[in-house]
């Protein structure tokens, strides 16, 4: 068998890349996967799928679970809708266009720290808002300990997120072709029915792109999250990666690694369902 | 023009192909392109460089193994304080304590020892052999003393001499000799006058000028003491200083940032022609042990150092430092070794001082002279570690006597205290697999803390190692210890000393009866409106005070429960509540403790209650004292504490056999018999124990079963402004701690998690943010959190 030139030089390339693919993911997956099916690396003994059920059955990993599932439902949508939302305004032709767009860009610039110091500033218990709340004779909210929590980090979330997400909608509703909606317009049709029977069949993919990066970014909040209110935050707060995190650093990497495949499936899962959806919708548009 | 293209394409690849391959041979070459010549390239250095944790301790310990030998040097007299090394030769400082015939030694203040010391000075070959008389001083007519001894860059040996004239002061002279004469070559008086603050170090460059360092200046005179060179270092200050290989003068630099609440380290040089700074280093010195750690260097580095635990070599272009030799590793007494003198990188000469002889008439010293051992020599034995975050001169004794004991195996100690977070530089190595043999399991490993490292499985269970040992039995415990240590009949962690950890109170007050609950605790405080808990009075340190007692009152870790919703830690922050919001520690005019005590104005003492401490209960509560023990639901609320002794064996050692054999012998009755006059906790075997209860109430001086001198208690010590007076024990303060450890409930243990998360959301309360009511639900919340985490 002879391999030919092109092969080999292909391979030389290739080489450095899938190296650093297998040693920093595709080793490391194994690795997760062999944790996860030992007692502990000390010993080292199977202990087939008890470590899986253990994680399923631990109220900590399924209140993680839950309040990030909350919390993606919540902000995902939220932020799907909003910034659609903002850029069909946008797409209106409004005074001070590019203004605005540069205002909501901003927070995208602005480091996690400083964006943490001032939600800081403004939820704390002693924050702006329970100070001008007490102006007006209300009682303080401890807004990060209170069921309040989550919408306050949703609300930090959109913040930081609808600018991005507009854009990328802008630039898709800029690419539907003009003369359909041109002929739309001349057969009667008004902007609701331009919006639902044209507009969004055109952006559908830019629909599921900014869904899955917006998901993404609701499993990265952790970052912002643990700077807000630190490794065991209230209830409502505690993410799947503060269980992550915690058991890691308690050297619990049977904990960790179960953890990190069940949410791996989940994931699987979710984005096999969005990309169904997608077909179903681009079939829809295609046909 | 397809063929040009792919002409050009091959051009690029082969260009990208050798950038690749030259920058991939510039990686991590730094000690074979180091040097710039060829002689100051290292001949061959270890392969690791400094702070390698437990792989370096396992896998290079045979590396840094030096062996000693007695240095014979015929002729000379006295106690050795000084060698320097010029070439071939060594010069020696000796000097000899003559005491006058009418001194008196008091036996109790050795200082008022009269009498003159003899310096003498010394040249011998570094092979050793006879050494020649170079000066003498003659008692009769030398009134002063030689504080140092400098080799000139024309291999004069110098020294520094100040003479006390009883008309016009202290002089200071640099001398050299000549036919068994001083001969002063500058008169130095001036200079250390003027300077406002003390000059540390003093040493001649290569120019033959003096350079001189104080606290955090260096100053260089040239031979009319004109000062040619000033530099301020700011605030910082200078720990070592001395020249290089090639003559640059080196000044190492310690600071403390304030913001990062962190010691910065810093090695500066100064070249010998200019000397302006050319290099400033980051440097790890922490451990260097003072002023005179710092060796003029040779070939192979350009100066060496040594801490209590090691000697380095260092090499300032590649900014490493290299570990040479181990003391511990080649059965050193670090802490007894003095002067060193490297003869090169493979040997060294040194003293070896007997601190417990008479410091005043001149400590003993022996010569000793140090030659690295052939790694290849040491291939059978094997080496094991022991992690450590504070490794005491007794652990270090211990291994030290169980490595000379025998010749298959080594003990090699971790200490994790010398890292920048020892805690986080544990649980790193343990993450990556390089687990030691033993461990020191003191309040837990690092930031693990005991029951996560059973339950993470990283403690061998000893009990089928002690079943089988002929020599050691838990029945030989104390029956206290024996319930605190094992485990659903696994035992994780042994120790040889213990000490309770409890509340003492006022027996009259708190009741003649161990242990109480919150309810009792609280009443009893509130019965007493003008007194003060514990010994400070801040809020925030009365619930951690509690809370280190009492967390696990609230936690129930097997069920994932926590219950500090309940009313009984409502109790506790009510009772924190009271305190003050001020810290004590700037509390101006603060009442002593003992008379807190003795006015009524404190309730309790808290936390680690050794034996020792009954005779000072004793005279602040005027005898009327009990171990009452925290409150708990269960009314027992003492533990038993186990110190840095504490040690266990770690499940993935493959030396498991080895490491029993040095950890069994903390619970032999020969070891614990011997050493227990030295421990300051209590025994932990109840033969041994009861030995040393009989050593504490002896009123007549003789000698226990275990052969120590026992002498009856005596003397006096300040506590604060009160005057303890020592006597023996009476049964009543024995059967007192006795009585407190028949009530002990298990190990100590405490979570600094739960602890954490207990002050951050209590200061809500204790501030007036929040009630207690609305505080309590958001802890309960927080902790069940964690605690179901870890379930």
Avoid at chain 1, 166 to 186: N, Q, T, Y
Avoid at chain 2, 239 to 267: P, R
Wanted: with cysteine; hydrophobic share 35%.
């Amino acid at each position: 068998m002879k391999i030919s030139k092109k092969k080999i030089k292909d391979s030389i390339f290739l080489g450095p890349s899938l190296l650093g693919v297998l040693i920093f993911f595709i080793i490391p997956f194994f690795v997760v996967i062999y944790y996860s099916g030992i007692d502990n690396v000390i010993q080292c003994r199977p202990v087939g799928l008890r470590n899986y059920i253990n994680v399923i059955n631990n109220s900590a990993f399924q209140g993680a679970a839950r309040n990030t599932f909350i919390f993606s439902l919540m902000a995902v949508p939220l932020s799907i809708i909003i910034s659609l939302g903002m850029s069909l305004v946008l797409e209106g032709g409004i005074p001070m266009k590019s203004t605005i767009r540069t205002f909501f860009l901003s927070p995208l610039m602005v480091p996690t720290a400083s964006v943490v110091l001032i939600w800081q500033v403004l939820f704390d218990y002693h924050g702006v808002i329970n100070e001008a709340a007490k102006l007006f004779g209300q009682r303080p909210v401890d807004w990060l300990k209170s069921d309040y929590s989550q919408w306050v980090v949703v609300i930090l979330f959109l913040w930081k997120n609808l600018g991005y997400n507009m854009v990328l909608f802008m630039s898709a509703l800029a690419s539907i072709p003009k003369d359909i909606l041109e002929v739309s317009r001349l057969d009667g049709a008004g902007a609701w029915k331009q919006f639902w029977l044209i507009k969004l069949r055109y952006i559908t993919p830019t629909i599921y792109f900014v869904g899955i990066i917006s998901l993404i970014n609701s499993f990265k909040v952790f970052r912002e999250v643990y700077l807000l209110a630190g490794d065991y935050p209230y209830d409502s707060l505690y993410m799947l990666q503060h269980f992550m995190n915690n058991t890691f650093r308690n050297l619990d990497y049977q904990k960790l690694s179960s953890a990190a495949i069940i949410m791996c499936i989940v994931m699987i899962v979710i984005i096999g369902l969005l990309f169904v959806l997608e077909n179903k919708l681009s079939e829809d548009l295609e046909g | 023009m397809i063929r040009k293209s792919g002409l050009l394409k091959k051009t690029i690849t082969l260009a990208l192909t050798g950038i690749m391959i030259i920058g991939a041979t510039g990686c991590g070459n730094i000690g074979s392109s180091s040097g710039g010549t060829s002689s100051s390239v290292p001949t061959e250095r270890p392969k690791e460089s400094t702070h390698g944790g437990v792989a370096e301790a396992k896998n290079m310990a045979a590396s840094f193994v030096y062996s000693g030998s007695n240095f014979q040097v015929s002729g000379a007299e006295g106690t050795m304080s000084s060698i320097k090394k010029y070439g071939d030769k060594l010069y020696m400082l000796f000097q000899t304590f003559i005491e006058d015939e009418n001194s008196k030694d008091n036996g109790d203040g050795e200082q008022f020892v009269n009498g003159q010391t003899i310096y003498r000075i010394y040249s011998a070959s570094k092979e050793g052999g006879d050494a020649e008389l170079l000066f003498e001083s003659d008692p009769m007519d030398f009134d002063g003393y030689i504080t140092g001894l400098n080799i000139r860059q024309d291999g004069t040996p110098l020294i520094v001499y100040n003479n006390v004239d009883k008309n016009e002061g202290v002089f200071y002279h640099v001398c050299s000799i000549s036919d068994g004469k001083l001969e002063t070559e500058r008169n130095i008086t001036e200079l250390v006058y003027n300077n406002e603050i003390n000059i540390n170090s003093l040493f001649l460059d290569d120019k033959n000028n003096l350079v001189a360092t104080t606290e955090n200046e260096l100053k260089v005179y040239d031979a009319d003491n004109k000062e040619i060179v000033s530099k301020q270092f700011g605030d910082v200050w200078i720990t070592l200083s001395g020249k290089s290989a090639s003559g640059d003068i080196l000044v190492n630099l310690q600071s403390y940032n304030e913001a990062v609440m962190e010691g910065c380290s810093k090695l500066c040089v100064f070249d010998k022609d200019t000397y302006e700074m050319k290099n400033e280093i980051d440097m790890d010195t922490s451990g260097a042990s003072g002023g005179g750690s710092l060796m003029n260097g040779d070939e192979t580095y350009d100066f060496y150092y040594s801490t209590t635990n090691a000697i380095y070599g260092y090499v300032i272009e590649e900014e490493k430092s290299y570990k040479l030799a181990d003391f511990l590793s080649s059965d050193i007494n670090g802490d007894s070794l003095g002067n060193i003198c490297m003869l090169n990188a493979d040997s060294f000469i040194a003293g070896l001082y007997d601190w417990e002889e008479d410091t005043i008439r001149g400590s003993k010293c022996t010569l000793m002279k140090y030659d690295k051992v052939d790694p290849s020599t040491l291939a059978n034995t094997t080496v094991l570690t022991y992690a450590m975050m504070y490794a005491d001169n007794r652990l270090k004794d211990d291994i030290r006597e169980f490595n000379s004991s025998q010749s298959e195996y080594k003990i090699n100690i971790v200490d994790y205290s010398e890292e920048n977070d020892p805690a986080e530089k544990l649980s790193a190595d343990v993450a990556a697999g390089n687990f030691a043999d033993i461990y020191q399991v003191y309040e837990g490993m690092g930031d693990i803390s005991l029951n996560q490292a059973i339950s993470k499985g990283l403690l061998e269970d000893m009990a089928p190692y002690i079943e089988k040992d002929a020599d050691v039995s838990l029945d030989d415990l104390v029956p206290a210890i024996k319930n605190a240590i094992v485990n659903d009949g696994k035992v994780y962690v042994i120790a040889p000393t213990f000490e309770l950890y409890s509340m003492v109170g006022k027996k009259s007050e708190v009741g003649e009866k161990s242990g109480w609950n919150y309810a009792d605790l609280k009443k009893y405080y509130e019965s007493k409106p003008d007194s003060q808990l514990f010994y400070s009075n801040n809020k925030n340190d009365i619930l951690d005070a509690f809370m280190e007692g009492c967390v696990n009152d609230f936690v129930d870790w097997e069920n994932g429960e926590c219950y500090f919703d309940s009313q009984e830690f409502k109790d506790i922050l009510e009772m924190a509540n009271k305190g003050t919001n001020e810290e004590t520690d700037y509390i101006e005019n603060r009442v002593s403790e003992p008379k807190q005590f003795l006015e009524g104005k404190r309730l309790l003492c808290n936390g680690y209650i050794p034996l020792d401490d009954m005779e000072r209960f004793d005279q602040a509560f005027k005898g009327d004292y009990t171990i009452k023990g925290y409150p708990s639901k269960d009314n027992k609320g003492s533990y038993i504490y186990l110190s840095y002794d504490a040690m266990g064996i770690c499940a993935k050692s493959e030396n498991k056999d080895a490491a029993w054999k040095f950890v069994k012998r903390y619970l032999t009755e020969d070891y614990q018999g011997k050493k227990y006059p030295d421990l300051y906790c209590c025994p932990t075997r109840q033969d041994v124990f009861d030995v040393y209860l009989e050593s504490k109430k002896a009123t007549k001086a003789g000698t226990d079963k275990y052969g120590n001198e026992i002498k009856p208690i005596e003397g006096s010590y300040g506590w604060e402004d009160m005057e303890i007076t020592r006597k023996p024990y009476t049964d009543e303060q024995i059967n007192i701690f006795k009585e407190g450890l028949n009530n002990t409930k298990g190990l100590f243990s405490n979570d600094k998690k739960v602890e954490k998360i207990l002050t951050e959301e209590a200061a809500a309360y204790f501030a007036g943010d929040k009630t207690i009511d609305e505080v309590v639900p958001i802890i309960q919340d927080r902790v069940k959190t964690y605690i179901n985490e870890n379930k």
